[in-house]
């Protein structure tokens, strides 16, 4: 009997060994699929900001896109404008020019000028004058 109780000792010893190993794999198991889940969620979770920061950056970068469209269209009108204004510089007097315009007119005096009608218009006058005053001392001297 010493051996049948030492067989069956060494039986419940060897399923308390096998109760204690399925006791810890399972233990470790459940370990392993709470790990397994809680990757599994920030896996999850990395995809999700991965998309949102994705799709903010698409947005940001097409709204730089239009800005820069812009920004090009605006340059082209300054490089526009600013070759009109450099043609229309060009033609405008310079001030060392307009001194020697204005040195001309000084000595040409233009406005003193009469036009030919005008003299012709004072001579008449004159010789009207003349003719009026001739006629009137004639009638002084008949009277």
Do not use: C, H
């Amino acid at each position: 009997m010493n051996i049948e109780k030492e067989k069956m000792a060494e039986q419940i010893e060897a399923q308390n060994q096998i109760q204690f190993l399925l006791s810890d794999f399972n233990t470790r198991l459940k370990d392993l699929e709470e790990r397994n889940r809680l990757i599994r969620e920030r896996v999850l979770l990395l995809g999700k900001n991965l998309i949102t920061s994705r799709e903010e950056i698409e947005t940001e970068l097409t709204q730089i896109k239009k800005d820069n469209t812009q920004i090009k269209k605006d340059l082209q009108k300054l490089k526009s404008l600013t070759e009109n204004i450099v043609s229309e510089i060009n033609k405008f007097a310079r001030k060392d020019e307009m001194i020697v315009i204005e040195r001309m007119l000084k000595d040409f005096q233009p406005l003193e000028f009469a036009r030919i009608k005008d003299v012709e218009d004072l001579i008449n006058e004159k010789l009207l004058q003349q003719t009026a005053n001739k006629t009137i001392k004639t009638k002084k001297s008949i009277k």
